[in-house]
């Protein structure tokens, strides 16, 4: 059973960083899939974040653009997703994603930037 398990989320203030992890069961042959974090605001789609692909390129939402960095570490089936700069309309619900052979979603991890 393939598991994708969120961590790092949680209230931050306003131009404060957090750092997002998504540790993916050994089940999965990690280093093929296209990793990426998306999130969803309440009332809102779904919407993509950033992704890295299976060669290390990646792609962000214009709106993080320069705040977030995406990276994987494929030795240890991990995604990360370093969040600076953080704003009020951050605040969602993020969700590591796992595409390729199948495509997999964790359950995903809450972040509230709020002062």
């Known amino acids: 059973q393939v598991q994708l398990v969120e961590s790092g989320g949680g209230l931050v203030q306003p131009g404060g960083s957090l750092r997002l992890s998504c540790a993916a069961s050994r089940t999965i042959i990690f280093s093929i899939y296209t990793m990426g974090w998306y999130r969803q605001a309440p009332g809102k789609q779904r919407e993509l974040v950033a992704t890295?692909?299976?060669?290390?390129?990646?792609n962000y939402a214009g709106s993080v653009k320069g705040r977030f960095t995406v990276s994987r570490d494929n030795a240890k089936n991990t995604l990360r997703l370093q969040m600076n700069s953080l704003k009020p309309e951050d605040t969602a619900v993020y969700y590591c994603?796992?595409?390729?052979?199948?495509?997999?979603w964790g359950q995903g991890t809450q972040v509230t930037v709020s002062s």
């Open positions: 890295v692909t299976s060669g290390g390129n990646t």
């Open positions: 994603n796992a595409n390729g052979p199948m495509e997999y």
